[in-house]
C-alpha cells in the first residue's frame, strides 16, 4: 500500500499550519517526520486521518484520490492512528476498549464476548503486545495502555498506522519496549509513520525521515547519512547548540531544605521514605529516576500540593512544610509542574490570562478587587516576545498552542520574575529541541543568577547536561547524592535501577 498527500494546504485564523505539503508513506517501511512544536506535524497527519479536511491539496491511496470525511473512513482505506493522548475508556476492560464499536455480534446482535477476547488475546500475540484482555484500563501503566490503542488500531485492519509523539509520556524502560513493536509491526508489513521532535529516536527507527519548518516540507534524511546536529539545524532553521552551555557553579548557602521528608498515600502506601537534601543558591540539583519512584509526590510536597506525613521544608530557614501553592509562589519560589495541561494552564484562558495565572491578586496586576487587564496584556505581550511564545495573538486560547509553546507559556510565567527556588519538573517533556535548548538555557540563567534549581526529569541525558549534583530516587528513597563532576550515565544508570546503593561517609 502507498499513501500520498500532494499539495497539503491547512489554514486556521492568523496560522498557516500546513503550506503545499507533499508527504509519501509506503507499508514495509518507517517514516519519521520531524519538526518543531508548532511545524504542522500533528496537523498534517490529523487531515490524513479525516479528522481535519485540507484547504488545497489531495490524499491518494495507491493511486486512487481519496476523500476522507471522518476517520471511519481513514480507517476503512487502513489507516490507523495512535494519538498522543489516549483514547481510553478507564472503566472497561483491554478487550471492551479494543472492539469498541466494531464489536463481534452473534445471535439478534448480542455481542460475542469469548469471541472478542480471543481476536484481542490472538492479535495481541501476533504483535508480541503481551495484554491481557481481561485486564481493567484504569488498573494498568501507560506504556500498556498506549499498547491498547497499538491494538485498537491493528483489530480494525490498519495498513500504516500513525504514531503522535508516541514516547513522550514513556519511562526509558517503555521506550524501547515501543521501539520492540514497531519493529515487528514492520516486519510484518505494516507503514509506520513516526511523529516526533526526539531527533535520536528518529534516526534510531526510521526508515526515511521527513523534516516540516514552519508548515512547509523543507527537506528528506536518510539516517544513516545525517547526524543529530544536522538534522536539528534542518528541523529548526539555525544551528542549534545540543550541549547545554554553561559555567563552573559557585553555590552559596543551602536555599531550599529538605529534611527527613516522609510521604504516604491516603492508603497508606510510603511514597516518601523519610529523605533528606539540600538546593543551594546558584546550583542546580537534579533528580534521577524512573518514572514512579516519588518524583511526582516529592514536588508536591514541596509546591504544596500534598502534605507529608512528617519531616520539614525550608526555604531559607523559614518553615513551609505544610504552605499552600500561593504561600509557596509569594515565597518567590517558581513551579514548573510535569503536566503542563492538567496543571500548568487553563486551556479555555487566553495565553495573556495564562501568563498572569499565579499573579493576577497581587501588584502590578491587582488592586483591591480591580484587575488591572492593560498592565497584563502588557506584561503578556513582552513575555510572548522575550520567550518566543509562538501564538497568533495574546488572546488565543492556550489549549490552541502546540505543546512546546504551552510549555513556554508555563516557564515564561515561572521564572520572569524575582525568584528564590525554582522546582521544575519534566521541565521539557514534549518539547522540541529547540525549545529544549531555550528553556535549559532559561534554567542555567536563573542558576547564574544565584537561585537555587532543582530539575526533575525522567530523561537521564537532561538531568546529567543541567545538573552540577545527581540526586538518585528509587523506591521513595534517595540512594545516591553525587556531584555531576564525579560521575556517569553508567554509574547513576545503576542507582536508578537499583542496583547499586552509595554508602554514607
Sequence with gaps: MELELRGITKRFPGVVANDDV??????????????????????????MYGLYHADEGEIVVDGTPQTFASPGDAIAAGIGM????????????VAENVVLGVEPTGFLGRIERDEAHRQVAEISAQYGLDLDPEALVETLPVGIQQRIEILKVLFRNAEIVVFDEPTAVLTPQEIEEFFNIVDALKA????????THKLKEAL????????????????????????????AEMMVGRPVQLVVEKEHAEPGPATLSVDDLHV????????????SFDVRAGEIVGV??????????????????????SGTVTIDGSDITTATPREVHDARIAH????????????????????VLTSYASEPF?????????????????????????????????????????????????LSRELRAVIASQPTRGVDVGSIEYIHAQIVKARDEGVAVLVVSTELDEVMALADRVVVMYRGRIVANLRRDETDHSEVGLFMAGAKEQQPA
Design 204 to 231: 534510531r527507527i526510521a526508515d526515511r525521515i521527513s523534516v516540516l519548518r514552519r508548515g512547509k516540507t523543507v527537506g528528506s534524511a536518510d539516517p544513516k547519512e545525517i547526524n543529530e546536529v544536522q538534522l
Design 336 to 355: 514548573i509542574p510535569e503536566d503542563r495541561q492538567r496543571s500548568g494552564l487553563v486551556g479555555a484562558f487566553s495565553v495573556a490570562e495564562n501568563m
Design 366 to 414: 491587582s488592586s483591591g478587587f480591580l484587575m488591572n487587564w492593560s498592565k497584563a496584556r502588557e506584561v503578556a505581550a513582552e513575555l510572548v516576545e522575550q520567550y518566543d511564545v509562538r501564538t497568533p495573538s495574546i488572546d488565543t486560547p492556550a489549549s490552541n498552542l502546540s505543546g512546546g509553546n504551552q510549555q513556554k507559556v508555563i516557564v515564561a510565567r515561572e
Design 22 to 47: 507533499n508527504l509519501t508513506v509506503r507499508t514495509g517501511e518507517v517514516l519519521a517526520l520531524v519538526g518543531e512544536n508548532g511545524a504542522g506535524k500533528s496537523t498534517l497527519m490529523n487531515i
Design 288 to 309: 534521577a529516576g524512573v518514572q514512579g519512584n516519588g518524583q511526582t509526590e516529592l514536588v508536591e510536597a514541596l509546591t504544596g500540593l500534598r502534605d507529608p506525613v
Design 82 to 93: 495512535v494519538h498522543q493522548h489516549f483514547m481510553l475508556v478507564p472503566v472497561f476492560t
Design 188 to 195: 510484518a508489513g505494516k507503514g509506520i509513520v513516526f511523529i
Design 264 to 275: 504516604v498515600t491516603p492508603e497508606g502506601r510510603s511514597v516518601l521514605d523519610h529523605i
